[in-house]
């Protein structure tokens, strides 16, 4: 396979953190993305990325410190190891120090990673009796064990909203909110990703096709697509008890075209109006600290009453290449006092598990 290699660039960033988790590079004490950035900042450092037709199959973080070379994240794509792209990205990295006059390299190999040495050993890769020593300068960071702590909040609403039902704004477009039947996994996972991108949407990103297939079969699940001028804008899903009697609001968001366009109101309302049948007795909804700043707000305009919280544990969004976004103690709120606009939510009591 002729492998064309080139240095990273701000749109690869997801792929490579994927490719690095795939590749079982990523670990706890590393935050991916810190470390591509402080790669970045620096002269006498690349990452290459090797890519196959558009794919993205292999990368090495390679540079120097004035005196030796260096590698690090070292990897290819699982599906395609054993096939002479590790050699190739790594002849690629040799060829960059050589350019810069680096006359020798290493690497550091983790001791539970005992076949990669024979790798390196067929590059041509010795030995040596060295002792490596080291000292972490900075804490290690919010990464752990592929999962991250949010603080959740639950509300609920206990009667249908005392309005008129949802009309869409009148916006010079035409908007339609209809129910979906079981979406294709390919159109959920666009829906899914887009409006859950930028929000830690993690859990079912992570899912295979099968399970998600089978997750978005289950029963009691309902879809509904919204749509301006044709084009799909967001989407919501709700998740009906057997009886009827009680609604979760499980997914609801728009795409990044369509937020601040003046159709959020409308969908949150006509969201809520779906939910609410003859015989539903309760609507919820749940959000967190790494929601959308604004989406608090929303639920509660929209009719929503807080009664818990509870810490919960999701998986760590960067495995899906994700950010993690800033919690609302870094936008600037006190720690732990998540959702401060509202000091009744801060009355509510700490729960291990808040469903009702
Ligand atoms: C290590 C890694 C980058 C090697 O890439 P690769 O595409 O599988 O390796 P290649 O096919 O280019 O192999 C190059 C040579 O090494 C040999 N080789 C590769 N893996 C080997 C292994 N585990 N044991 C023995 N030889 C091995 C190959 O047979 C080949 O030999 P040849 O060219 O003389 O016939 C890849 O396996 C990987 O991503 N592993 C997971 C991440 C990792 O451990 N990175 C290193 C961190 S230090």
């Known amino acids: 396979m002729a492998l064309h290699v080139r240095p990273v660039a701000d749109g690869d960033i997801a792929s490579v953190i994927a490719l690095w988790g795939a590749a079982g590079l990523t670990v706890p004490h590393n935050d991916p993305f810190a470390d591509i950035k402080f790669c970045r900042s620096s002269s006498n450092a690349e990452i290459l990325l090797g890519i196959d037709g558009q794919e993205l199959v292999a990368t090495v973080m390679v540079g120097h410190d004035g005196h ?38 290493q690497l550091m190999i983790r001791s539970a990673n005992t076949k990669v040495k024979d790798f390196y050993k067929r590059l041509g890769y010795v030995e040596e009796d060295r002792l490596v020593m080291a000292k972490r300068f900075a804490p290690v960071p919010d990464w752990q064990n592929g999962q991250v702590e949010t603080i959740v909040l639950h509300l609920e ?29 390919r159109f959920y996972r666009f829906l899914y990703d887009g409006v859950g991108g930028n929000w830690t949407w993690v859990s079912r990103r ?36 057997e ?30 109006d779906l939910a609410w049948q003859p015989e ?23 009719g929503f009453v807080p009664y818990a919280r509870e810490v919960e544990i999701l998986p ?39 469903a009702r």
Not at 75 to 101: F, N
Not at 251 to 272: E, M, S, V
Not at 320 to 348: I, K, M, T
Request: charged share 25%; net charge negative; hydrophobic share 35%.
């Open 68 to 105: 030796r070379g260096w590698y690090y994240y070292v990897g290819v794509d699982p599906r395609l190891q054993t096939g002479g792209l590790g050699r190739e990205i790594m002849s690629a990295a040799e060829e960059w120090l050589k350019e810069r006059g680096v006359g020798k390299a």
């Open 157 to 185: 609403m206990l009667s249908r909203p005392d309005r008129e039902p949802a009309q869409p704004p009148e916006i010079g477009k035409r908007i339609v909110l209809e129910r979906m039947t079981i979406p294709s996994v």
């Open 206 to 241: 992570i899912m295979d096709d099968d399970t998600l297939a089978a997750t978005l079969s289950r029963a009691g699940a309902e879809y509904y697509l919204l749509s301006v001028d044709g084009e799909p804008a967001g989407f919501c899903e709700l998740e009906r008890s």
């Open 243 to 272: 009886n009827g009697k009680d609604v979760e609001l499980s997914y609801f968001g728009l795409l990044p075209g369509f937020i601040g366009i003046g159709i959020g109101r409308y969908f949150i309302d006509a969201a809520i």
């Open 280 to 302: 539903t007795k309760r609507v919820w909804v749940h959000t967190c600290d790494l929601d959308h700043p604004r989406a608090l707000g929303n639920y509660r305009r929209a």
């Open 316 to 354: 760590d969004p960067r495995l899906a290449g994700l950010p993690l976004p800033p919690r609302s103690s870094e936008r600037g709120h006190a720690p732990n006092s998540l959702f401060r606009d509202h000091a009744a939510a801060e009355e509510l009591p700490l729960a291990d598990g808040a």
